[in-house]
């Protein structure tokens, strides 16, 4: 899975080596554990907004074929 979806934006191992020692250079090594916890964070809580709306969605369906 990985290969194709690197293979369609034309990254490889390299590309992605000089990306991840860029984003270390600009954020230092203090800042890349908060930075991952706030991604993680994010991520939590954009995943319960769909899971929210998906909820939603169910019941007024529910709803109208009640």
Known sequence: MN???FGIAGL??????????VIF???GATRLPQ???SL???KRAFKEGLDEAEREAQKEV???NA
Do not use: Y
């Open 3 to 5: 290969e194709i979806v």
């Open 12 to 21: 490889g191992t390299p590309e992605l080596i000089v990306i991840a020692v």
């Open 25 to 27: 250079l600009l954020f």
């Open 35 to 37: 930075l991952a916890k």
């Open 40 to 42: 993680g964070q994010s």
């Open 62 to 64: 529910k709803e109208k």
